[in-house]
């Protein structure tokens, strides 16, 4: 990556420390983004802190998709960044009204000194509690000052009364008309005296003539307010959100205490979820938490690891509905089994598919492990539009759930489709066939791992996977393919243009010996591979022969690694 001038001067002026506050006086508000981005770039936490804590714009967005090898800000930084943002709060200089930390959390272990959603979660919690202690001390401290100025300004209206009665009674034996111009004089003192303490009042603090002005145009507001809407009281006016957060939130049983409190009150802070991933949480504590969020910001909604049955998520699915903008739903290993036969489970089934039809903008669904075998027709024909992604691993689908969704509105609509771990047989080929023909013109992910397809029932699948012209990544891992069968799939493959990623199986030639003919996903995971390294040479040496015949050698990649492989190869370009 070539920098331009500007970043490099950028990278030069936050390396010296010590001479920030010659260029922080007098930077430009054009030239912040750069010192901010060079800062993170090269782990600078003092300059980020001193940047953002006089941020001039109003927004500020430090998460966001990043390019392909920017790493992302290390955890010193980003603490930084956060204890800067309460410090920016009392400062004048900051003018930032809403920071996005959406997508700055990595999940990516392998990088160094990056902070992943959970502990971003418990910083952001953290920081929004600490802001709020920070303003109820600050009131306390306002409070304790307006009493002692209200002594102060009582001793000394007692001490001109004292005055001016020792005076009365000091002329008290001269003649009337002396009396009379006393009384006189004493009373033109006290005018005067009350003339002038407004006077030193206001030399005395500037500042606080500005406060006791701001104040009194907050009291007209707030009357306004509670004629229309209730009374607030002094304190919850003095907490109106002053900045606007918006990140993903990360939530577990350890964390959810401290998410709960930072968005149940309110403060100078105040949070937004973008995306929300919960784990291990019941429903009663994921009803809550939907409670406390903001409606308008909510995308997406991510439930793994918790027990929530059939019951809890048709409880919790009503409750998704008014937030307006969400078109994501993932549910992993809920511990819905429907194999086994319960009472009520068909009346709580009709309520979860009510519960998905009043998600209204509703575009991904994601149902992980639930076993739902037969009733994939009941749950999505209630959504009122097409969904553009389709994940059902785990999910023990049926020639039947087939055959529906290859003949719903979801099919010429699909972009992604995860059908992995779900076992395909003869009976359910023609269905997958039809499925694929009408998305063709659609389909840019499809994932079929695990699901024990044979060297005849793949070849007998690749003319359909041949006329997917906008297929970008094919996932075919832990299916019991020979080595012919994986050259056929790699020849394919090398004819589709589009295509940037295949993760195949490794072939049963690559085995250590005594596995079963047609051996499970589970079976192929756990055994071990041959030691010597001449099959899996001869593996890899066909498949770069196919490859570079098709002359796709340098732009689709093909590998069988299920934990290295990249991602980001599937993304648009």
């Known amino acids: 990556m070539v920098l331009s001038l500007v970043n490099l001067c950028a990278r030069e002026v936050v390396s010296d420390h010590s001479s920030s506050p010659h260029w922080l006086s007098c930077v430009p508000r054009e030239l912040y983004r750069a010192l901010l981005d060079a800062a993170f770039s090269h782990r600078r936490p003092l300059a980020v802190g001193e940047l953002v804590q006089r941020w001039p714009e109003r927004t500020l967005n430090v998460g966001g998709s990043r390019r392909a090898g920017k790493c992302p800000p290390d955890r010193l930084c980003v603490q930084a960044l956060l204890l800067a943002v309460v410090r920016g709060l009392t400062d004048k200089r900051c003018c930032l009204q809403v920071l996005d930390l959406s997508g700055l959390q990595c999940e990516d272990g392998r990088v160094e000194d990056s902070m992943g959603g959970w502990s971003l979660t418990v910083a952001l919690c953290s920081m929004v509690l600490q802001a709020r202690a920070a303003a109820s001390r600050a009131h306390r401290r306002d409070g304790e000052r307006e009493r002692k100025r209200g002594l102060e300004a009582e001793r000394d209206r007692s001490s001109i009364k004292r005055d001016r009665g020792t005076v009365g009674c000091g002329n008290s034996g001269e003649g009337s008309q002396g009396g009379h111009q006393v009384e006189v004089v004493g009373k033109m003192e006290c005018r005067t005296n009350e003339q002038t303490l407004p006077e030193v009042d206001s030399v005395k603090g500037v500042r606080r003539r500005m406060e006791i002005q701001r104040r009194k145009i907050s009291s007209e507001v707030k009357s306004n307010t509670s004629s229309n809407n209730g009374s607030l009281s002094d304190q919850e006016w003095d907490e109106v959100p002053l900045l606007h957060v918006r990140a993903d939130l990360f939530i577990n049983s350890r964390s959810w205490e401290r998410v709960r409190d930072a968005l149940s009150q309110l403060g100078q802070l105040q949070l937004h979820c973008r995306y929300l991933r919960v784990e291990e949480l019941s429903a009663s504590s994921i009803a809550s938490l939907l409670g406390l969020l903001p409606q308008q910001d909510l995308l997406g909604v991510d439930l793994r690891y918790s027990s929530l049955g059939v019951s809890g998520l048709a409880m919790l699915l009503p409750l998704l509905a008014p937030f307006p903008q969400l078109h994501s739903l993932r549910l992993h290993y809920c511990n819905l089994d429907l194999q086994r036969t319960q009472p009520g489970q068909q009346g709580a089934l009709q309520d979860m598919s009510k519960g998905l039809g009043s998600l209204k903008r509703l575009q991904r669904l994601c149902l992980t492990a639930l076993r739902l075998p037969g009733h994939l027709r009941l749950l999505l024909s209630s959504l009122s539009q097409p969904l553009e992604v389709l994940e059902l691993p785990y999910l023990c689908l049926t020639s039947t759930d087939l055959a529906y969704l290859s ?95 295949l993760l195949y199986p490794n072939p049963l030639e690559d085995y250590e010996p005594g596995l079963p003919a047609l051996p499970s996903s589970a079976q192929l995971l756990d055994w071990p591979l041959l030691e010597e390294p001449e099959s899996r040479d001869l593996t890899r040496r066909l498949l770069d022969e196919v490859m570079n015949l098709r002359g796709r050698s340098r732009d689709l990649l093909v590998t069988s690694d299920l934990m290295n492989y990249s991602p980001d190869l599937t993304v648009d370009d």
């Open 407 to 501: 003949c719903s509105q979801h099919a010429s609509f699909l972009r992604e489709l995860d059908l992995s771990e779900n076992k395909l047989d003869e009976s359910s080929l023609p269905s997958l066939r039809r499925l694929l023909g009408q998305a063709e013109s659609s389909m840019s992910q499809l994932s079929l791992c695990g699901c024990g397809l044979s060297d005849t029932l793949l070849g007998a699948l690749l003319p359909s996977l041949s006329c997917c012209r906008a297929l970008r990544s094919l996932r075919l891992a832990l299916n019991p393919l020979s080595r012919m069968g994986l050259l056929s799939l790699a020849r394919t493959a090398a004819g589709i243009p589009s295509l940037r990623l």
